[in-house]
């Protein structure tokens, strides 16, 4: 099984659209992250939920907005898509104790 | 946010040890040395990580210097699957990862 999924693995999307990405972690973590990967390969993080609860919130557009409905599952959506929000979207988990962090395998957002 | 410099780029012969090179001159007292890394169109991948002591497990080995300025993180006998983006940071009781520019392995047979 799978530690941490996300769907879709690709997507490709209109500007203006809104469109949304899914998280699951069966490993039973308490947080959950969303990063994001942009063309020059650097790795942001944009939002952290614990046991459901927002406890990061980095500089990132209103336009973006996760939830998090149980602590397995951290969902990533996306009004009114820009060009500029083309990039690879990591989730990851982790423990309380803090001895690694678990990513997905990313979703590739298009914005067209 | 916390800040590391490790090489841009490095070669290793399959079958040598790599030997990845980071430093963290700003490290505090309380804040942990991780490293992560990256295969193509992969999630990043914990490798280990580690406060004073040196480390090692299954992948690699952490070599931590007494200061904790810097370390060194070793794989013993590199593959070709180990040619990937390797990320050094350190972290403390904030709970985000800060990744830096990484440094690209590229393993050659």
């Known amino acids: 099984d799978t530690a941490v999924s996300q769907t879709p693995k690709y997507l490709v999307t209109q500007m203006g659209n809104d469109k949304s990405i899914k998280c699951e972690q069966n490993?039973?973590?308490?947080?959950m992250y969303w990063y994001k990967q942009d063309s020059k390969k650097f790795l942001k993080i944009m939002f952290s939920?614990?046991?459901?609860?927002?406890?990061i919130n980095e500089t990132v557009p209103n336009r973006f907005s996760p939830k998090s409905p149980d602590k397995a599952h951290l969902n990533l959506h996306i009004n009114s898509l820009e060009l500029g929000d083309s990039a690879v979207y990591f989730c990851?988990?982790?423990?309380?104790?803090?001895?690694?962090?678990?990513f997905g395998s990313g979703t590739r957002l298009t914005v067209v | 946010d916390a800040k590391t410099t490790q090489p841009t780029s490095m070669d290793c012969a399959e079958g040598r040890a790599a030997n990845l090179p980071c430093n963290h001159s700003?490290?505090?007292?309380?804040?942990?040395v991780y490293w992560y890394r990256q295969i193509h169109s992969q999630g990043p991948q914990y490798i280990i990580h580690?406060?004073?002591n040196n480390e090692t497990n299954e992948m690699a080995s952490l070599i931590i210097t007494e200061d904790r300025k810097s370390s060194t993180l070793i794989l013993p006998h590199a593959t070709l699957r180990d040619t990937a983006v390797y990320y050094c940071?350190?972290?403390?009781?904030?709970?985000?990862?800060?990744f830096g520019t990484g440094t690209r392995l590229q393993v050659f047979p």
């Open positions: 580690g406060l004073k």
């Open positions: 939920y614990n046991n459901k609860e927002l406890i």
């Open positions: 940071f350190f972290t403390g009781n904030t709970d985000k990862l800060i």
């Open positions: 990851a988990s982790s423990p309380l104790i803090r001895t690694g962090y678990t």
């Open positions: 490993l039973g973590h308490d947080t």
């Open positions: 700003t490290i505090s007292g309380n804040e942990y």
